[in-house]
Nanobody, 125 residues
């Protein structure tokens, strides 16, 4: 098992940047593919980005492509989401998730077994 704790959310103006972090417990972090999802009020959970176990492959949802960057540091058991050029529609609770991947990328929430508690990102116009 792995436990995930997100941090780095907050309030930012449109056009600004934030970096989210997700710290994982355990010694097997590098065996998990990681993903970021987000959920706005009244909406379904949306795929944001995924990264392979080594970090060599990444994949993004269309709405964030070119603005967000996912990365990981396996030595620190941490995955990051750098968010630039933020828009009000990026406002949501952001979750990191881990999975034992049978393929890459995995973009559906049910394909991830472990989840963090979420961190709120609010982008003001």
């Amino acid at each position: 098992q792995v436990q995930l704790v997100e941090s780095g959310g907050g309030l930012v103006q449109a056009g600004g940047s934030l970096r989210l972090s997700c710290a994982a417990s355990g010694r097997t972090f590098s065996t998990y593919a990681m993903g970021w999802f987000r959920q706005a009020p009244g909406k379904e959970r949306e795929f944001v980005a995924a990264i392979s176990r080594s970090g060599g492959s990444t994949y993004y949802g269309d709405s964030v492509k070119g603005r967000f960057t996912i990365s990981r540091d396996n030595a620190k058991n941490t995955v990051y989401l750098q968010m630039n050029s933020l828009k009000p529609e990026d406002t949501a609770v952001y979750y990191c998730a881990a999975t034992n991947p049978y393929r890459f990328p995995l973009t559906r929430a049910h394909e991830y077994a472990y989840w963090g508690q979420g961190t709120q990102v609010t982008v003001s116009s």
